[in-house]
């Protein structure tokens, strides 16, 4: 049972778009984790989210955390090729639970 | 500061064989855990070390099992390979036991043949 689902799974997109990523749950977590994976590398992490409703910016890139906590989603304004990855979720409860990914592809 | 390293990088073994795959966590870090990440989806959590106690178990069977060493460090042994158990080994180092950070190593490649 896969407790963090994410969509898309897969993202193809050029370069200036927007695009947003979602990770549902029915569980509530501690707090949630975004994470960044390029291939034959580990994730990164990128934001850590821990109150409901709280919203984080990096750059281009924006978190919110669910107001029931169970939910998180990632926005990317102005998409460059240099965003390309795979994109993690992950809830702490007791230990980290990882989503099933989003594959994005941004092409110049 | 040294980020968490794992060795090897890459290994190929052979079904039945048995491996030992090794991480140092960052420096001042007591927590490791181990995940495992198949091809395409999302890493699943194996076992996590506190302090050189196990906190945590995954749904992995008993051929896996891991152990930390007073300086921190931690080894994952696999027995019995099978061909399913190719896949990359993260270890990812935290400052606590829970609801801390997680920093990854840029994992191990294993293959089974």
């Known amino acids: 049972t896969q407790l963090l689902e994410q969509s898309p799974q897969f993202l193809s997109i050029q370069e200036g778009e927007n695009l947003t990523v979602y990770c549902n749950s029915s569980s509530v977590f501690s707090s949630l984790q975004w994470y960044r994976q390029e291939p034959g590398e580990g994730p990164v992490l990128l934001v850590t989210?821990?109150?409901?409703?709280e919203v984080k910016k990096l750059k281009r890139l924006t978190f919110q955390f669910g107001d029931a906590r169970k939910d998180s989603s990632l926005h990317i304004t102005a998409a460059q090729p240099g965003d390309t990855g795979l994109y993690l979720c992950a809830g702490r409860r007791s230990k980290l639970i990882f989503g099933t990914g989003t594959r994005l592809q941004v092409f110049p | 500061d040294a980020g968490v390293t794992q060795s090897p990088t890459h290994l190929i073994k052979t079904r039945g064989q048995h491996v030992t795959l090794r991480c140092s966590p960052i420096?001042?870090?007591?927590?490791v855990s181990w995940y495992q990440q198949v091809l395409g989806q999302g890493p699943q959590f194996i076992f996590q070390y506190y302090e050189k106690e196990e906190r945590g178990r995954g749904n992995f069977p008993d051929r896996f099992s891991a152990r930390q060493f007073p300086n921190y460090s931690s080894e994952l042994n696999v027995n019995a390979l099978l061909l399913g158990d190719s896949a990359l080994y993260l270890c990812?180092?935290?400052?606590?036991?829970?609801?801390?950070?997680?920093?990854f190593g840029q994992g191990t490649r294993l293959t089974v043949v």
């Open positions: 990812a180092s935290s400052n606590g036991e829970m609801n801390t950070e997680a920093f």
């Open positions: 420096s001042g870090h007591k927590s």
């Open positions: 989210v821990v109150t409901g409703g």
